[in-house]
């Protein structure tokens, strides 16, 4: 990426975000500016004093406190315009780049939200995460420094103009002299470059020893392996100080270069104005001046070197938004599909096919060849298969949470896509068998639409076995989940999942291995009442001999498709379904 | 050296000398901040490099300074004796030479400012990065050394924190705000010198000009402070909410929930946006406050120095010179309070990290120990009992912990001898004390009272050395480290140089040759972050083969929870039968077909040792064990349709 395209891309990235939300960035803009105007004015301020003020009351050896009292107001009112410059150029400017963050939060979560779950599948976590915090924060980066920039190069132009007044030689003095700083500011920003891109690599590096190290401490403790770890860590965090240390050392050179040039600008200035008041060309006040702005000078040179620093990294995080931004959000269909038919539901799945893709290839991996099967209403189906023959996949389907390759599913004899969105989330209820809670008390981890009564919620969580554990907790229902010390285990997370599902009595229920972590008595005593108290047709994903046996029918998933639906005593006849059963059972 | 700024600011004249060397007396109000001096007094001990040549430093940064004034005395001559007023004409006439001269003297001192500072710099920064590297490395160190107690899950975070995030902001403070602090106290100390030498009540005055903008600034940082924090707390519950709806994103969809879904994060946003914009006020006024009281000082300045110019005895230039230092002392005191900030953040860390080195070695080890002989372990445990420490808020990292309730041990009063050469299972429910009974076996955590003896020898008097070739633990997730499978077993010897084919045999005798055939690369297979190219089992796997290594005589299991895939399972029972023989082996069940297999089953509860026995007995005698058994019999026997 050549430097001219780099500002060319930072400008564009610029307009997009100042798009956005113009009228703070212009009104920090007007701060900056104003600030630049009164940072030039102290300059002339400070010259007028020394004319009209001090030098005439050592000629005259009078004190004229009218012109002192007017000074006075000048020096005053200078400064206070610069303070709301300053103020107004950082709060706002803070307020654009603030904005613009809301905005593109906004953004991802519409696209977080909206996007089907396939997408989420294919996307780390991490990732997305780290877009919504640090790449919102990077991407805006550069408007930080923006505003002053704008008000930096009006202090150049206003005091290059301003030196111009006084006197031609003195600003070549000037022209001289600052270019000279910006090469080599610039020359400064490349030659860090490397160390502190080598510096941010070793940081990664320790950071990545220390969450393995601490995570296996278990197991450096009892292998004894303590003083080997403290060494790989010692080598890590000794190459990142050997990389921090050559930042340092040429900061240590810069920094002086970059503050010795205007001060020898000064020297040469001192020297052309002796030169120049000899001839009459310049007072004594205007070689104060010219000095006070050969020093407000280095600023803005300094000032467009950091926000040139900003530009790179707001542009890489910026694309990096762009891998959300450009998802196109699927048209909503609340309220326009069809309705279902009341009562449990029917569901009719034929010729299903569905494949995941393989992460950085053509090829994708196929997970359901050919499914076909149908569950009557009210029926209780259970699911068996060995590991990863699909069983969550087929879970997944039916609820609508991604859609097959090829095939239909019909649910109350309509198709999936076909029915109303908020009809089939209220209809079907999938239980996962990693139960998600959310950061909320038990009654909204269980009514997550906020719609149940009381009554409903508790009967729900009876039905589940919420109550027993619930009953114990000083709050109940209002207890928060997620805070320290409220820790559900595997099993009672499974339960409130559980209840979260049965309070909408969901006419199609899909439990995807839902009660795994669930004491196996306990277990027994929920599913034989779910089969009593519910009117719902059931898919059941079963791993213990006990669940199977719950069930109408079994369902035998092998080999991507379904090769065998009967009771558990028929299937038995067959060797792979036999071998299964037996290992759960030896498993258990 | 933190929360002092306003002091520093105002110049106080030894205010950082005596901060480092002393660590006393840091108020210019006469207040000594004692949580400033410890932390100094704490930091410096932990890290020496930061007090090695502390006074050569000085000194450099003294001359830097006063060197960076030399300009307006350069004006004050040239105009003094450089342009001569005739007083009747009203001409001027300039003395070219006395100007050169005073340029060049000047240019001499400003090439040796920037020389002595470019020295100072370089040493600032070498001595405060190996600080930081090395207070990195004791840290690591000193978390390695905690307890079992200290390491569980909900504290990781934190552990990682101490070792990365935190250094990183000594760091940051390191190239920024230290040499901010290391200069413009020295700066305003030497503008005051210089202003002194022209007219002491110039400098006073413009030192008391100042003096107001103190206590503004002071109550602002206070405010600033607050005002930040609750914009911290906002974005961590921004955050969360947001990882809720892209870990929760298949229970979002399955219940239909993204409308309330997305009603909280857009909440969650809008505060971090007002906190933000709150903390952006303080942000902003801060650095003009100085700007403020510096007009006002500039005015007194010029209003009283003009007016009792004889009196102190001012020339023109002298004045001139007056005014430009008193604007000098702008600069620095805003440079300080921009670094405030960071000063505040880099403390509160540096605190974290001593906190850290200062917590106390829970589990200290014998000098050298007595060896325990090889062979099968007998294990006599006495009145054994074990409660996890409550934290002590000072020790901790700002998170808080409720104290654990004294009563509220993980074990109480356990008693039991196991013979050399037994199979025992632990069982009970979640909480019921097994499995810090199995951790206390390994010495992860030393008991509250009470004792255990292997072989007669005091657990706690056994030499590490051979504590770590005797005892043995598989955990439960079977943890590995992101290399291969090979390196993984190797992990587990003494010795550094296990030959291939070692490992291969160590596999081979446990029967799990095929499976390391099975593997996509053998034994040079890659096992992924924390093992997870394999399931829960095979990571099993893999640490039993690290355990066949040595030749334990204890070996303590702790069964996976989690559903682990037939075959695996088999492979794992397999090779479980063949690693206990000739050892004493102690599992933690969480599967009855465990315990039933055992010699012996030790039956916990609420952290008591409730039954113990062999598995029929047990079953027989009809108390706890034998009502779980039923349940799990009930469970998982075929039998023909049952209720």
């Known amino acids: 990426?050549?430097?001219?395209?780099?500002?060319?891309?930072?400008?564009?990235?610029?307009?997009?975000?100042?798009?956005?939300?113009?009228?703070?960035?212009?009104?920090?803009?007007?701060?900056?500016?104003?600030?630049?105007?009164?940072?030039?004015?102290?300059?002339?301020?400070?010259?007028?004093?020394?004319?009209?003020?001090?030098?005439?009351?050592?000629?005259?050896?009078?004190?004229?406190?009218?012109?002192?009292?007017?000074?006075?107001?000048?020096?005053?009112?200078?400064?206070?315009?610069?303070?709301?410059?300053?103020?107004?150029?950082?709060?706002?400017?803070?307020?654009?780049?603030?904005?613009?963050?809301?905005?593109?939060?906004?953004?991802?979560?519409?696209?977080?939200?909206?996007?089907?779950?396939?997408?989420?599948?294919?996307?780390?976590?991490?990732?997305?995460?780290?877009?919504?915090?640090?790449?919102?924060?990077?991407?805006?980066?550069?408007?930080?420094?923006?505003?002053?920039?704008?008000?930096?190069?009006?202090?150049?132009?206003?005091?290059?103009?301003?030196?111009?007044?006084?006197?031609?030689?003195?600003?070549?003095?000037?022209?001289?002299?600052?270019?000279?700083?910006?090469?080599?500011?610039?020359?400064?920003?490349?030659?860090?470059?490397?160390?502190?891109?080598?510096?941010?690599?070793?940081?990664?590096?320790?950071?990545?020893?220390?969450?393995?190290?601490?995570?296996?401490?278990?197991?450096?403790?009892?292998?004894?392996?303590?003083?080997?770890?403290?060494?790989?860590?010692?080598?890590?965090?000794?190459?990142?100080?050997?990389?921090?240390?050559?930042?340092?050392?040429?900061?240590?050179?810069?920094?002086?270069?970059?503050?010795?040039?205007?001060?020898?600008?000064?020297?040469?200035?001192?020297?052309?104005?002796?030169?120049?008041?000899?001839?009459?060309?310049?007072?004594?006040?205007?070689?104060?001046?010219?000095?006070?702005?050969?020093?407000?000078?280095?600023?803005?040179?300094?000032?467009?070197?950091?926000?040139?620093?900003?530009?790179?990294?707001?542009?890489?995080?910026?694309?990096?938004?762009?891998?959300?931004?450009?998802?196109?959000?699927?048209?909503?269909?609340?309220?326009?599909?069809?309705?279902?038919?009341?009562?449990?539901?029917?569901?009719?799945?034929?010729?299903?096919?569905?494949?995941?893709?393989?992460?950085?290839?053509?090829?994708?991996?196929?997970?359901?060849?050919?499914?076909?099967?149908?569950?009557?209403?009210?029926?209780?189906?259970?699911?068996?298969?060995?590991?990863?023959?699909?069983?969550?996949?087929?879970?997944?389907?039916?609820?609508?949470?991604?859609?097959?390759?090829?095939?239909?599913?019909?649910?109350?004899?309509?198709?999936?896509?076909?029915?109303?969105?908020?009809?089939r989330t209220d209809a079907i209820a999938l239980v996962f068998q990693e139960s998600f809670m959310f950061a909320d008390s038990i009654a909204a981890n269980i009514d997550v639409s906020n719609r149940a009564t009381v009554g409903e919620i508790e009967h729900a969580a009876d039905l589940a076995q919420v109550v027993s554990f619930v009953d114990e907790m000083p709050n109940r229902y209002d207890t928060l989940l997620g805070e320290r010390g409220v820790n559900l285990s595997g099993g009672q997370r499974q339960r409130v999942a559980l209840a979260r599902a049965l309070v909408r009595r969901p006419r199609l229920l899909i439990l995807d291995d839902a009660t795994s972590a669930v004491d196996p008595k306990v277990e027994q005593q929920i599913l034989s009442r779910l089969g009593e108290e519910l009117n719902t047709t059931t898919l059941v994903v079963a791993q213990r001999v006990a669940t199977i046996m719950l069930a109408d029918r079994v369902l035998y998933l092998a080999d991507g498709t379904i090769v065998a639906s009967g009771t558990h005593e028929e299937l038995m006849g067959i060797e792979g379904y036999e071998n299964l059963v037996r290992a759960y059972e030896e498993a258990s | 050296m933190t929360a002092t700024l306003p002091d520093e600011s105002e110049a106080n004249s030894n205010t950082a000398n005596n901060a480092i060397d002393n660590g006393i007396e840091i108020g210019a109000d006469g207040s000594v901040d004692e949580g400033v001096v410890s932390l100094l007094r704490r930091g410096l001990k932990a890290t020496p490099e930061l007090k090695e040549g502390f006074a050569a430093t000085a000194t450099i940064g003294l001359f830097v300074a006063i060197g960076r004034l030399v300009i307006p005395v350069i004006i004050q001559r040239s105009i003094d004796d450089g342009v001569v007023r005739s007083d009747d004409t009203d001409t001027v006439s300039v003395k070219m030479a006395t100007i050169w001269a005073n340029v060049a003297v000047a240019a001499v001192v400003v090439a040796a400012v920037a020389i002595a500072s470019w020295i100072n710099q370089r040493r600032l920064a070498l001595r405060a990065e190996m600080g930081i590297a090395n207070l990195r490395t004791s840290a690591f160190n000193r978390i390695h050394q905690f307890s079992l107690a200290d390491h569980n899950e909900s504290r990781r975070g934190a552990l990682v924190s101490r070792v990365t995030s935190d250094p990183e902001a000594l760091a940051r403070f390191a190239q920024w705000g230290l040499f901010s602090w290391s200069i413009n106290p020295l700066i305003l100390l030497g503008v005051m010198i210089v202003l002194s030498l022209y007219s002491w009540q110039v400098m006073l005055i413009a030192v008391l000009a100042h003096?107001?903008?103190?206590?503004?600034?002071?109550?602002?940082?206070?405010?600033?402070?607050?005002?930040?924090?609750?914009?911290?707390?906002?974005?961590?519950?921004?955050?969360?909410?947001?990882?809720?709806?892209?870990?929760?994103?298949?229970?979002?969809?399955?219940?239909?929930?993204?409308?309330?879904?997305?009603?909280?994060?857009?909440?969650?946003?809008?505060?971090?946006?007002?906190?933000?914009?709150?903390?952006?006020?303080?942000?902003?006024?801060?650095?003009?406050?100085?700007?403020?009281?510096?007009?006002?000082?500039?005015?007194?300045?010029?209003?009283?120095?003009?007016?009792?110019?004889?009196?102190?005895?001012?020339?023109?230039?002298?004045?001139?010179?007056?005014?430009?230092?008193?604007?000098?002392?702008?600069?620095?005191?805003?440079?300080?309070?921009?670094?405030?900030?960071?000063?505040?953040?880099?403390?509160?860390?540096?605190?974290?990290?001593?906190?850290?080195?200062?917590?106390?070695?829970?589990?200290?080890?014998?000098?050298?120990?007595?060896?325990?002989?090889?062979?099968?372990?007998?294990?006599?445990?006495?009145?054994?009992?074990?409660?996890?420490?409550?934290?002590?808020?000072?020790?901790?990292?700002?998170?808080?912990?409720?104290?654990?309730?004294?009563?509220?041990?993980?074990?109480?009063?356990?008693?039991?001898?196991?013979?050399?050469?037994?199979?025992?299972?632990?069982?009970?429910?979640?909480?019921?004390?097994?499995?810090?009974?199995?951790k206390l076996l390994c010495r992860l955590a030393d008991p509250t009272s009470g004792s255990i003896r292997l072989n007669g020898v005091e657990l706690a008097e056994a030499s590490p050395a051979s504590r770590i070739h005797s005892l043995r633990m598989v955990p439960q997730d079977g943890f590995l480290f992101d290399t291969s499978v090979a390196e993984n077993v190797a992990y587990g010897s003494a010795t550094d140089s296990t030959s291939r084919s070692e490992i291969q045999a160590s596999f081979e005798r446990l029967g799990l040759g095929w499976w390391t055939e099975r593997l996509q690369n053998g034994l040079d297979t890659d096992v992924g972050e924390r093992g997870e190219s394999l399931s829960v089992g095979e990571r099993q796997l893999v640490a039993l083969a690290r355990a066949q290594l040595v030749d334990p005589g204890l070996l303590v299991l702790d069964e996976a929870t989690s559903a682990v895939d037939p075959e695996t399972d088999q492979a794992l029972t397999q090779a479980l039968k063949r690693l206990a023989e000739g050892r004493t082996m102690v599992s933690v069940a969480h599967r009855l077909s465990t315990a039933e297999a055992a010699d012996l089953v030790l039956v916990f509860d609420r952290g008591r040792l409730v039954e113990e026995g062999s598995h029929t007995d047990l079953v027989k005698a009809g108390g706890i064990y034998a009502g779980l058994h039923a349940a799990w019999l009930g469970n998982t026997r075929v039998n023909p349709r049952s209720p």
């Open chain 2, 211 to 438: 003096l107001p903008a103190l206590f503004v600034l002071r109550w602002m940082q206070k405010r600033q402070i607050v005002v930040y924090d609750e914009y911290r707390t906002s974005v961590g519950d921004m955050l969360s909410t947001f990882s809720e709806s892209v870990s929760g994103a298949a229970a979002i969809r399955a219940y239909g929930v993204e409308d309330q879904t997305e009603r909280g994060l857009h909440d969650s946003i809008a505060v971090r946006y007002r906190t933000r914009m709150r903390a952006n006020r303080y942000m902003a006024g801060l650095f003009v406050i100085g700007d403020f009281f510096g007009a006002l000082a500039l005015v007194t300045v010029l209003v009283l120095a003009l007016w009792q110019r004889e009196t102190w005895g001012l020339s023109e230039g002298g004045l001139v010179a007056c005014l430009i230092l008193t604007n000098l002392m702008r600069e620095p005191i805003a440079e300080l309070s921009e670094t405030f900030d960071q000063t505040q953040t880099a403390a509160a860390a540096w605190r974290k990290v001593l906190n850290v080195l200062d917590h106390p070695v829970d589990v200290v080890e014998p000098e050298p120990g007595i060896d325990l002989p090889p062979g099968p372990i007998e294990v006599v445990v006495e009145n054994l009992s074990f409660g996890y420490r409550a934290r002590t808020s000072d020790s901790d990292d700002g998170e808080r912990t409720e104290p654990d309730d004294a009563l509220d041990l993980a074990l109480r009063d356990v008693t039991v001898t196991i013979p050399a050469g037994t199979n025992v299972a632990v069982v009970g429910e979640t909480g019921s004390g097994k499995t810090t009974f199995a």
């Open chain 1, 1 to 423: 990426m050549s430097e001219r395209s780099v500002l060319r891309r930072g400008m564009g990235l610029v307009r997009e975000l100042v798009g956005l939300h113009p009228v703070p960035f212009a009104i920090s803009v007007s701060g900056a500016v104003l600030f630049a105007g009164a940072l030039v004015g102290a300059s002339y301020v400070l010259g007028e004093v020394v004319d009209r003020v001090v030098a005439p009351t050592y000629r005259t050896g009078e004190l004229a406190p009218n012109t002192l009292a007017w000074a006075a107001a000048a020096i005053v009112a200078v400064t206070v315009l610069r303070m709301i410059g300053v103020v107004f150029r950082r709060y706002f400017a803070g307020m654009t780049s603030e904005r613009v963050q809301v905005t593109f939060r906004h953004r991802l979560t519409e696209r977080y939200l909206g996007l089907p779950m396939s997408w989420h599948q294919r996307t780390p976590t991490g990732e997305l995460l780290a877009l919504s915090d640090a790449d919102v924060e990077k991407s805006v980066d550069l408007l930080h420094p923006l505003p002053f920039s704008i008000g930096a190069a009006c202090i150049a132009v206003l005091s290059l103009g301003y030196l111009l007044t006084i006197d031609p030689y003195i600003t070549l003095v000037a022209l001289a002299v600052f270019p000279a700083l910006g090469l080599i500011n610039n020359y400064y920003s490349k030659r860090i470059e490397e160390p502190a891109a080598a510096g941010q690599a070793a940081v990664g590096k320790v950071s990545s020893i220390a969450h393995e190290s601490f995570e296996g401490a278990l197991v450096v403790k009892t292998l004894g392996r303590s003083v080997a770890e403290g060494e790989r860590f010692d080598r890590a965090s000794q190459e990142l100080r050997h990389h921090r240390v050559l930042v340092g050392y040429l900061r240590a050179v810069f920094e002086p270069v970059l503050d010795i040039i205007p001060s020898l600008g000064i020297l040469a200035a001192v020297v052309v104005s002796g030169y120049r008041i000899e001839a009459g060309a310049m007072t004594v006040g205007n070689m104060i001046t010219v000095t006070t702005l050969f020093s407000v000078l280095a600023f803005p040179v300094r000032v467009f070197g950091y926000f040139l620093e900003t530009v790179p990294p707001s542009l890489v995080s910026r694309e990096r938004l762009n891998r959300v931004f450009d998802e196109t959000l699927p048209a909503r269909q609340d309220g326009r599909g069809r309705r279902l038919p009341d009562g449990p539901l029917r569901l009719d799945i034929a010729d299903m096919n569905f494949s995941y893709p393989v992460e950085a290839s053509e090829i994708s991996e196929q997970v359901l060849d050919k499914v076909s099967f149908s569950v009557e209403p009210g029926e209780v189906v259970a699911l068996v298969g060995s590991t990863g023959v699909g069983k969550s996949t087929l879970c997944q389907l039916v609820a609508g949470l991604v859609p097959p390759d090829q095939g239909k599913i019909k649910i109350g004899g309509i198709d999936l896509e076909a029915i109303d969105p908020i009809e």
